[in-house]
């Protein structure tokens, strides 16, 4: 897996266009956990939904192992910022709906599903619908359905923007014990640079719209990371100044 941006714009048309994205290039290579932080309207969720193929940029070329796949659907497992699960399936239902728009085989999907449902602590809730679970096991549930998609790279936007401080804390150990387990290729978005920081090999700065990438930081910190660190916590400034700009 190899995801290569080269000088991707995007403007939305209307009364007043606005330019969401400019010039953006990038690399991600196989196995990489890499986050996109930006502020709020500086074209994050727009990257991921032409990542996605849900949008066509203007201009510049997105390429998966080489092969162009601009405004194509299909090639990316997406986790978009509001999900979310269909309230009239059950969990195991609802994760394996993947599997059911690609036309796969259901049997072999339900098992590979219920296979996983420990890992992400949904053990026992198969036959549970959406509103009997709490929010983080939603948000579970939800990169579950992602991550069946089988694709090579995983776009994740914002996936704990709406959880409380210690669900998300325990949200994000729970990411990095699951990335060493299936060791997918991520891109995470995510507006909290701690989050950033504790998550990732390499971290995406957009500046404010239009966004343009102003920084591509890699972080050589040991997992798992310890917040109160010197090394962490220079990270941490370095992002915020970057975010700054
Ligand atoms: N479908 C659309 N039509 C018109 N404008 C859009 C559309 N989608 C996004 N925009 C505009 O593009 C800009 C970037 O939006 P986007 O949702 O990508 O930002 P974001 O970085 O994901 O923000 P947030 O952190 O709040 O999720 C915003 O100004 C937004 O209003
Ligand atoms: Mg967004």
Wanted: proline letters at 5%; hydrophobic letters at 45%; aromatic letters at 6%.
């Amino acid at each position: 897996m190899y995801l290569s941006l080269q000088r991707v714009s995007k403007t939305f048309d209307g009364e007043r266009p606005v330019q969401a994205l400019a010039e953006v290039s990038f690399d991600i290579r196989q196995g990489e956990f890499v986050s996109l932080i930006g502020q709020s309207g500086s074209g994050k969720s727009t990257l991921c939904n032409l990542i996605a193929g849900l949008l066509t940029p203007d201009s510049g070329e997105i390429r998966l192992d080489g092969r162009l796949i601009n405004g194509q659907t299909g090639h990316v497992g997406y986790m978009p910022q509001r999900d979310l699960l269909m309230p009239w399936r059950t969990v195991l239902q609802n994760v394996i709906l993947g599997a059911e728009i690609a036309r796969q085989p259901l049997e072999q999907a339900r098992r590979r599903a219920r296979a996983l449902l420990p890992l992400f602590g949904l053990e026992g809730f198969a036959d549970a619908y959406p509103r009997q679970l709490s929010g983080g096991m939603r948000q579970r549930a939800a990169l579950l359905r992602t991550i069946l998609m089988e694709r090579s790279l995983l776009l994740l936007d914002e996936p704990f923007g709406a959880l409380d401080a210690l669900t998300r804390r325990e949200m994000q150990n729970w990411l990095l014990m699951v990335w060493a387990q299936l060791q997918p290729t991520v891109l995470f978005v995510t507006h909290d640079v701690r989050e950033a920081a504790l998550l990732s090999d390499r971290i995406l700065v957009l500046s404010a719209r239009p966004g343009r990438l102003i920084a591509d930081v890699p972080v050589a910190l040991p997992r798992p990371r310890c917040e109160s660190d010197e090394a962490f916590l220079r990270l941490q400034a370095q992002l915020l100044g970057a975010l700054a700009t």
